[in-house]
């Protein structure tokens, strides 16, 4: 709890100073780009901040969303699934869950590090995206006006529909993480494993369920990505993708131990990560040096999470 709250403190310095920053006549719009950034990020960071506090990882975050968003793209333009774009986002989030369930067996039934396992499927899905688009860009071409309209276009109740969805998902994330015994299950494990199996959870079942959930976000991601740049470009988008995912909920207080974290800490460390380089754009500081600010707070954040654990939780 005092963990978030010096977050939200931070936080409320840091809007200060941005607010403080932006002049008045672009305030508005700054805050709604704001928003939409914080939405859309906001959706896998949820998804990564789910597999660290399970006590595991997931780098292939940015892979599987370009491999969503190229299989969106060409499945639209198929004449045999474009009539359907319902179908088609089934298809492409239930691709998704699928592998996460492959990640999810690889790391139960074989024993192999969750590091090693979604570190090959970055390269392995950006190679497969590449493969099966020529490696070419494949975009909407300006049609389907309807679904872009319905995930991205437009606002709701003058919020970004990027943001709307995030929270919502966010809302199902704090029942199924604070307020049901299965996320008390997710906590356990991902503080102590051992301790967790002899208490008779099904380890194995919950950490394949992080793992499928982290992967549908990030197909989620895919889809809104596209819905938003109408085109996307495997060789380049989505790359530093999971590494944004992962630091904005290790700033939001999920423990790279595992056993750690809050939904409401992964809102304000996604909110986090994307006013700092605002802030630092709206301070004429270069744009060169948004990255070594960026890994300064996640640095300052490390070292907090270590100074504010109890004695004796590391061990």
Not at 266 to 276: K, N, P, R, V
């Amino acid at each position: 709890m005092r963990k978030l709250a010096g977050l939200t403190v931070f936080l409320l310095c840091l809007y200060i100073a941005l607010w403080r920053a932006v002049p008045p006549e672009g305030l508005m719009l700054n805050n709604y780009n704001l928003a939409e950034r914080i939405g859309q990020y906001g959706i896998i960071s949820l998804g990564a901040g789910i597999v660290i506090i399970a006590g595991g990882i997931d780098l292939s975050i940015g892979s599987v969303a370009v491999l969503a968003a190229t299989g969106t793209a060409m499945l639209l333009g198929n004449p045999a699934y474009g009539g359907n774009p319902v179908l088609v986002l089934a298809l492409v989030l239930a691709a998704g869950a699928f592998l996460g369930l492959i990640h999810g067996l690889f790391i139960t039934k074989i024993n192999l590090p969750a590091f090693m396992v979604t570190l090959c499927g970055l390269f392995i899905y950006r190679g497969v995206a590449r493969t099966i688009s020529g490696n070419m860009s494949k975009g909407l071409q300006n049609q389907f006006a309807d679904l872009r309209h319905c995930l991205y276009d437009g606002d709701i109740f003058g919020l970004p529909r990027f943001l709307v969805i995030f929270l919502i998902l966010a809302g199902v994330a704090s029942v199924f993480l604070h307020l049901s015994v299965y996320g008390r299950y997710l906590q356990a494990i991902g503080g102590n494993e051992k301790a967790a199996r002899y208490s008779g959870i099904s380890i194995d079942a919950y950490k394949i369920l992080t793992y499928v959930i982290c992967s549908i976000a990030a197909a989620l991601f895919g889809i809104l990505f596209l819905m938003k740049n109408d085109a996307v470009t495997p060789s380049s988008d989505g790359f530093f993708l999971e590494l944004y995912a992962i630091a904005g909920a290790v700033l939001g207080g999920c423990s790279l131990r595992g056993g750690e974290g809050t939904v409401a800490g992964i809102i304000i460390g996604t909110a986090i990560m994307w006013i700092l380089p605002n802030l630092t754009n709206m301070w004429g500081i270069p744009s060169e040096l948004e990255f070594i600010v960026i890994g300064g707070a996640l640095l300052l954040g490390a070292i907090l999470d270590e100074k504010l654990r109890p004695k004796g939780a590391a061990a």
